[in-house]
């Protein structure tokens, strides 16, 4: 563990792209992150064996410019177009870009859904491979010059049963879903017809809007309107899933598919239970695990795929990928008759087809490189001790929060985001996430257990998995939380002085000298204690 631990704190520098310099300060920094029975030349060596590699990749030298020959003419015309650097040619886009890149690098990345990629992946999203059209399966395309994307397809599709140590006689998967949303209204265009029932947890109660999200007077999601949606919902004082009452609206309901996934729920799922009530129903159980797939890849929670029928993932959240969906489908037997019979699962050309001709045209070839590379180093001791070490800090984070007497939504998390209940404390979600913004911590606005309107949420939402990417261990969480504490006091001054309506409290946190200047303060703050942590990428974009 020792090793993996090590390769995990190693990691920021294997996929960054910096200079030398940089990589000084980034060392020191690291070093004073380290656990105790990390050995001060372990960690500098860690980093100082990938200088060499650090020192011939700069984003200025030729390897990332014109592929054109350093004795070619002056670019005109045509040739400049084709060959002129972003930052030579749209200066003021890579103005933007540099922006956003210096606000990641100086802000802390607490939205639960985010992450920080590898290079391996912003190189494969920068590759060639964006060039070409592959409508079809790998062996069966309608356009010609696929035979190394066909290999690069299945190399994605086979990593990707890996990672989840699949039977690949058991299971199947498409790795052309554009993202989660997308792979979802497949999963449903293949398992049911127009207006078949699905259930799904509502989305005040930690659901996703793809799952048939609709309000009394609106069907919000796209889901809803082509399908015919029932929510399953939490017990209002414990914040957990009441599987009883699903059990009992399941069997009123009727569905054809039970979707268990979250968007915002910090426990662990009864994927057992799940599968219970599906069978009492007929009914098809379909995991979405856009959010946990890379804690279920790296084995430290319960997977759904002893379970389901179906699921689906994004790959760009804890499994920090590129962003794109994945859909793992069974294959084989599905029950057996009373006389012996054996019904088989026909899923596969099913999925396939809702994927394409059903939803997409081409899929992003870059993006399944992405993907191939991502189910790669979702095998390693790395990638499994980053995993826990998300767990650990969410829990710390968590810890942190209820210390200081905030109300986190279940009492706890046993996964990589913390649901704040901010009723208590008399603060809305959407001050907190504003005043958050200001100070340099971005966050989400949230619904939580209770919640009568989406669009006026009560609570916040954190995550872990961009943080523990950049390096920050439990102790730092200590930090983290005091930061947002002083940042959620400040709104409560604020909207002591500005009344109840947002725009008034945007207002005067800009207007109102005092304010204004505890706003930059903390910020301050905030970014000087941010930058001490790498980020993976490209040094400037």
Same mark, same amino acid.
């Given at each position: 563990?020792?090793?993996?631990?090590?390769?995990?704190?190693?990691?920021?520098?294997?996929?960054?792209?910096?200079?030398?310099?940089?990589?000084?300060?980034?060392?020191?920094?690291?070093?004073?992150?380290?656990?105790?029975?990390?050995?001060?030349?372990?960690?500098?060596?860690?980093?100082?064996?990938?200088?060499?590699?650090?020192?011939?990749?700069?984003?200025?030298?030729?390897?990332?410019?014109?592929?054109?020959?350093?004795?070619?003419?002056?670019?005109?015309?045509?040739?400049?177009?084709?060959?002129?650097?972003?930052?030579?040619?749209?200066?003021?886009?890579?103005?933007?870009?540099?922006?956003?890149?210096?606000?990641?690098?100086?802000?802390?990345?607490?939205?639960?859904?985010?992450?920080?990629?590898?290079?391996?992946?912003?190189?494969?999203?920068?590759?060639?491979?964006?060039?070409?059209?592959?409508?079809?399966?790998?062996?069966?395309?309608?356009?010609?010059?696929?035979?190394?994307?066909?290999?690069?397809?299945?190399?994605?599709?086979?990593?990707?049963?890996?990672?989840?140590?699949?039977?690949?006689?058991?299971?199947?998967?498409?790795?052309?879903?554009?993202?989660?949303?997308?792979?979802?209204?497949?999963?449903?265009?293949?398992?049911?017809?127009?207006?078949?029932?699905?259930?799904?947890?509502?989305?005040?109660?930690?659901?996703?809007?793809?799952?048939?999200?609709?309000?009394?007077?609106?069907?919000?999601?796209?889901?809803?309107?082509?399908?015919?949606?029932?929510?399953?919902?939490?017990?209002?004082?414990?914040?957990?899933?009441?599987?009883?009452?699903?059990?009992?609206?399941?069997?009123?309901?009727?569905?054809?598919?039970?979707?268990?996934?979250?968007?915002?729920?910090?426990?662990?799922?009864?994927?057992?239970?799940?599968? %219970?009530?599906?069978?009492? /129903?007929?009914?098809? *159980?379909? &995991?979405?695990?856009?959010?946990?797939?890379?804690? !279920? @890849?790296? =084995?430290?929670?319960?997977?759904?795929?002893?379970?389901?029928?179906?699921?689906?993932?994004?790959?760009?959240?804890?499994?920090?990928?590129?962003?794109?969906?994945?859909?793992?489908?069974?294959?084989?037997?599905?029950?057996?008759?009373?006389?012996?019979?054996?019904?088989?699962?026909?899923?596969?050309?099913?999925?396939?087809?809702?994927?394409?001709?059903?939803?997409?045209?081409?899929?992003?070839?870059?993006?399944?490189?992405?993907?191939?590379?991502?189910?790669?180093?979702?095998?390693?001791?790395?990638?499994?001790?980053?995993? %826990?070490?998300?767990?650990? /800090?969410?829990?710390? *984070?968590? &810890?942190?929060?209820?210390?200081?007497?905030?109300? !986190? @939504?279940? =009492?706890?998390?046993?996964?990589?985001?913390?649901?704040?209940?901010?009723?208590?404390?008399?603060?809305?979600?959407?001050?907190?996430?504003?005043?958050?913004?200001?100070?340099?911590?971005?966050?989400?606005?949230?619904?939580?257990?209770?919640?009568?309107?989406?669009?006026?949420?009560?609570?916040?939402?954190?995550?872990?998995?961009?943080?523990?990417?950049?390096?920050?261990?439990?102790?730092?969480?200590?930090?983290?939380?005091?930061?947002?504490?002083?940042?959620?006091?400040?709104?409560?001054?604020?909207?002591?002085?500005?009344?109840?309506?947002?725009?008034?409290?945007?207002?005067?946190?800009?207007?109102?000298?005092?304010?204004?200047?505890?706003?930059?303060?903390?910020?301050?703050?905030?970014?000087?204690?941010?930058?001490?942590?790498?980020?993976?990428?490209?040094?400037?974009?």
């Amino acid at each position: 563990m020792a090793s993996a631990l090590r390769g995990f704190v190693s990691l920021a520098p294997i996929f960054s792209v910096r200079r030398l310099s940089t990589i000084g300060r980034v060392g020191a920094s690291l070093q004073a992150q380290l656990p105790n029975h990390y050995s001060p030349g372990a960690s500098v060596t860690g980093l100082r064996l990938h200088e060499p590699r650090v020192a011939k990749v700069n984003y200025d030298q030729a390897r990332f410019s014109s592929s054109l020959p350093k004795s070619a003419p002056k670019m005109a015309g045509n040739a400049k177009l084709l060959h002129e650097n972003l930052w030579d040619q749209d200066k003021e886009l890579m103005d933007l870009i540099r922006k956003e890149k210096k606000r990641q690098t100086r802000g802390l990345e607490m939205i639960a859904s985010e992450n920080f990629t590898s290079l391996s992946v912003l190189q494969c999203l920068s590759s060639c491979l964006h060039n070409k059209y592959s409508e079809g399966l790998p062996g069966q395309r309608y356009y010609g010059g696929n035979e190394f994307i066909d290999e690069i397809e299945l190399l994605a599709q086979k990593r990707a049963l890996e990672a989840y140590r699949l039977n690949p006689e058991e299971w199947g998967c498409n790795v052309q879903p554009y993202s989660g949303s997308p792979a979802n209204f497949a999963v449903y265009t293949a398992l049911i017809e127009p207006h078949g029932r699905i259930m799904g947890l509502d989305l005040p109660d930690g659901g996703h809007l793809t799952h048939g999200f609709m309000t009394q007077t609106k069907k919000i999601s796209a889901t809803s309107i082509f399908f015919e949606s029932m929510p399953y919902k939490v017990d209002p004082v414990t914040g957990l899933i009441d599987y009883d009452k699903m059990e009992e609206t399941a069997r009123l309901f009727k569905p054809k598919v039970i979707i268990a996934g979250i968007s915002c729920y910090s426990r662990c799922l009864d994927y057992k239970r799940f599968r %219970e009530i599906a069978n009492q /129903n007929g009914a098809y *159980l379909f &995991a979405d695990m856009a959010h946990i797939s890379g804690l !279920v @890849a790296a =084995g430290i929670i319960p997977s759904p795929f002893e379970y389901a029928d179906v699921v689906s993932t994004t790959t760009h959240k804890t499994l920090r990928g590129p962003r794109a969906g994945v859909i793992f489908f069974r294959k084989g037997v599905r029950s057996v008759k009373a006389n012996g019979e054996k019904v088989m699962y026909d899923l596969e050309s099913r999925v396939n087809q809702a994927v394409f001709p059903g939803l997409q045209g081409g899929p992003h070839n870059h993006a399944i490189a992405g993907i191939a590379t991502c189910m790669l180093q979702a095998q390693t001791p790395e990638f499994r001790a980053y995993q %826990e070490q998300v767990i650990k /800090n969410a829990r710390a *984070l968590c &810890a942190g929060l209820l210390e200081k007497g905030y109300s !986190v @939504a279940t =009492g706890g998390t046993d996964v990589h985001l913390v649901l704040v209940d901010l009723r208590p404390v008399g603060i809305t979600g959407a001050r907190a996430e504003y005043i958050l913004e200001e100070i340099s911590i971005a966050c989400n606005k949230n619904t939580v257990p209770g919640d009568k309107s989406a669009l006026n949420p009560s609570g916040i939402r954190l995550g872990t998995p961009a943080l523990t990417t950049r390096g920050l261990l439990e102790k730092d969480m200590q930090q983290v939380v005091e930061f947002i504490d002083r940042g959620l006091r400040l709104s409560k001054e604020v909207a002591n002085v500005s009344g109840p309506k947002l725009v008034d409290f945007k207002r005067v946190i800009h207007e109102d000298v005092t304010f204004s200047a505890k706003v930059q303060s903390l910020r301050k703050e905030v970014e000087l204690y941010s930058e001490q942590f790498p980020l993976p990428g490209y040094e400037e974009f």
